[in-house]
């Protein structure tokens, strides 16, 4: 049983700051890639930014430069460190893992979202 927690999440007036967190736990043999998705009302769930396991990176074009993803491997733990917030960045953020079991079962877990609001 693998299961991810975030937290971070709140209000925020535009221009402001947030960090979320999201940790890894369960019966976990090793971590690839993390990533951060978003959802807003009415929209698709989008990628935000991704991280890989020896730290390489990968942004969405409109969080590049506010946003910063990073990850401490032996915690199990990704980071999004959100800069500049405007309200277009309100949604629903969700981090997956993809991840091999000590079962030898390898798949993509979700966690279970965490609320950004951002008002102007």
């Known amino acids: 049983q693998v299961q991810l927690v975030e937290s971070g999440g709140g209000l925020v007036q535009s221009g402001g700051s947030l960090s979320l967190s999201c940790v890894a736990s369960g019966t976990i043999f090793s971590i690839d890639a993390m990533g951060w998705y978003r959802q807003a009302p009415g929209k698709q769930r989008e990628l935000v930014a991704v991280i890989t396991s020896d730290g390489r990176t990968n942004y969405a074009d409109s969080v590049k430069g506010r946003f910063t993803i990073s990850r401490d491997n032996a915690k199990n733990t990704v980071y999004l460190q959100m800069n500049s917030l405007k309200p277009e960045d309100t949604a629903v953020y969700y981090c997956?893992?993809?991840?091999?079991?000590?079962?030898?079962?390898?798949?993509?877990?979700w966690g279970q979202g965490t609320q950004v609001t951002v008002s102007s």
């Open positions: 997956n893992a993809d991840l091999l079991t000590i079962f030898s079962r390898r798949y993509l877990q």
